[in-house]
Every structure is written in C-alpha cells, then in structure tokens.
C-alpha cells in the first residue's frame, strides 16, 4: 500500500481537504458565483441568434428552460457533489477518471488552456463594448492588450482585491436587463419569424441548448472547485437551481423577449439579434455609452477570475515554469484571439469548450456511478477508459464546428450534449470491459 502510494504525484498526496470552517451556505458562495457567470452581458446578449429566426418565441424559451435543466442535472451536479463531500480541486479529483499521471493534462492543462479562451471572449466583448460606449473605435485594440493584461495580472496575484467588487456589479446588468423588459417585453407576443423553414422549432430548440451547455461546460466542470465551499449535497443542489437554473432562464429569457419585442416594433431589423443593439436604438448616445462602459466593467471580475483558474492550473501542471512567463504567454493568445476577431465567434468558440469538457463530464458521472456514488480515489498513470471516452466524445462533439474545413463537418444536432453522452457511454462500456487502471491508495495525512 506505502509503495503504491508513494508512486502519486506530489500534487495529489500534498492535496488538503477544504476544513469545514471554510464552508459557508450556498447563497454565499455557490449560487452568486454562478449567477455572475450568467450575469456576463456576453452571454446574454447573442442569445437570440440561437433559434429565434426559425422557431420563433415559444421554442426558442423552451431551448432555454431545457437547457438550463440539462446544464444543472447533466454536467454540474455530480461534480458538485464531488467538490463538495471531498473537498478536494477538480485536477485532484480528475484522477479517478483520467489517471494520476492523466489528470495534470486532463482535467488539469486544459482546463487552463480553455480559461485563456474564455479571456479572449471577455476581451473581446468588454473592448468592443467600451470602444462603442466611448464612441471611438480606433480604442478597440488598446482596449484589448490593456483588458487582458490587467485581468492576467490581477488573476495571478490578486483577484482577493475584486472580490468585494465583484459581489457588487452583477448589479449593473440586472437592471439593464430589468430596463430592457420594461422597454421591449410589450412587443415580443406579437413577433413571428418572416420565413420559418419546416420543423423550425426543433431546429431552435436544439440551437438554444447547444449554445447554452456548450457556454456552460466548463463551469460545470469546475462545479468540484466551487462546491468545495458549500456544506453538504443540499448546498449544491440549491446553489445549482438558484444559481444556474433560475440565472440561466431569468437572463437569457429576458434578452430573447427584448430581441423578439425589438424586432416586432420595428426597433431592429429581423435579423439582428443582440438585446445592446436594441437598446442603443432606444437610448439617447449618452444613455446608451453609460450602459456599455457599465456592462463592460461588470465583466472585469469574470475576466480576472478566468485568469485566476488557468495560472492555478498552470502552476500545478508546470510547477517548474515562472507562472509571469505560461501565463503572459495565455494572455497574449487571448489578445490575439480577442484582437483578429476569433473570439467573437461564440458559436464555435462555445462548441469547441462543450466538445472539449462534454465528454470531461460525461466521463466522470459514470465513474462516480460506479464507485457507489462517491469519489473513487486516483487511479495509476493514465486511465484508458477516461482518455478513449474523452477522444472519441471530443470527435463527435467537433465535428460540426465552423472551425472545422467545411468538407469534413457533419451535422450533429446539439454536439455539446452529444458529446457529453458518448463520453458517459464509452466510458461505462470500457469500464466494463476491464479498461481501469488500478485505484492507488491515498496516503493517511499525518
């Protein structure tokens, strides 16, 4: 047993339980973190681009509501659970499905290389945002370098110092979002699609929750981290429902009723479908920039938090590499990600994270199942069954992704969700064909 567990990383067998002192109720901790990633204007706004052009109002909320639920019950409770009655990180508990040796690459690498990806979307969004707000879009590419590089400063040594603030601003899009049903919600019953096409509201349906679990994949994954806080599996199902649910519908479902009010007044074309758009048509020029330049810095912390998780996973992964150099070099990619206009391709940008942590997830619900509905402990070296599950759940959740050359792209509807299915399918399948590598013990903590 000593010799098995003496082959774990120092990474794992230096890992300390979250005390119970630390832990706090989830209306302190797990559903404010949540709501604020919905609260992100750069979730919100582009969330009628996802069906509302070809299956109108009704679907399109519906696509919501079931995604909201799939986001909460598929992909963060059981990760949640795991944070939770463990009180260990995602890249520890990661182990078990991927390996002891597995788990610094996966979970552990990418979900900080991704974390830059989610930096260059929020540079992206804050910068155009600030560029409009302040009427000068020659600022947009400073705007950029200065956002990211202050977010990745702040994320490696002090996102403690917006934590107060950041308990604060999610205010700001509350009550742009409030302001926009009051302005347009009047409206929305009376918008219909010009020329839906034949099972349109399938079509949005699928497109809705496709966008929404593709946005949420890493967050549910990263549940185990945030559920490290909360006191008991009553915490986190709490925490998910208010925090996720509820956020999810009341945010997205009120910027798909302003779009779908805007569009009926006439407000806005039939095709455009960002909310800020609508209000800018509504709003005086000196309204509207105060607005922007709010949502704007209402995002700063999510930025900052972002960074803060990609230098932890870097630190762990590469405890040798000065964490200024792995992270200034994430940071640049996220200028230029941000800067070439890459990131503001959301529905690409979301299915690469739903094809890349669907099958994460999927892969670890099975194996919390099989353990009993508990954490199974690391497993030796690389876990066969949690790689192959991941391979082949990231193939089919890629493959319709506009990154991908047109020719090889094939169709998939809702690939995050279908992502997520293959990994828990294969998964169980190599399981049960005898593809674990062996639990290794944890040492006893002295």
Known sequence: MSNQASSLPDYITSATPNPAANRAPWHKNIAPTYAGIFLWFVFWDSMAANGLSVGGLVPTLLGIVLGGLICHYLFYVVPGNLGVTTGLPLYVVGTSTFGAVG??????????????????????????????????????????????????????????????????????????????????????????????PAGGAVQAILLMVAAIVGFFATAGAAGVDICMSGRDKKDVSMGGIVGIIIAIVFTAGISVICVAGARAAGVIGPEESLMTNALGKKLSGGVFAIVMIGLTIASFPGACFSSFIAANSFKTVMPKVNPFLSVGIGALISIILAVTGAAGKLP????????????????????????????????AGFNPAGWIAWALGFIVGILPNAMLPEAIRVAIPCAPVAAFIVGAVVYFACAKAGMLSATVPLPEKK
């Open 103 to 196: 788990g610094l690459i996966m979970p552990g690498f990418l979900m900080g290389a991704l974390q830059f990806g989610w930096l260059g979307v929020n540079t992206f969004g804050s910068s155009d945002a600030l560029a409009k707000g302040f009427g000068a879009p020659g600022l947009y590419v400073p705007l950029c370098i200065v956002w990211a590089l202050a977010a990745a400063f702040v994320g490696l040594k002090g996102i403690q110092y917006v934590a107060r603030v950041a308990t604060y601003l999610p205010i700001i899009p509350l009550v742009v979002l409030i302001m926009g049903l009051f302005m347009f919600g009047g409206s929305a019953g009376k918008y219909a699609p010009a020329n839906p």
């Open 348 to 379: 690409s940008v979301f299915g690469l994270i739903g094809a890349s942590f669907g099958p994460i997830v999927g892969a670890m619900v099975v194996d919390y199942f099989l353990a009993g509905g508990k954490w199974n402990g690391p497993r």
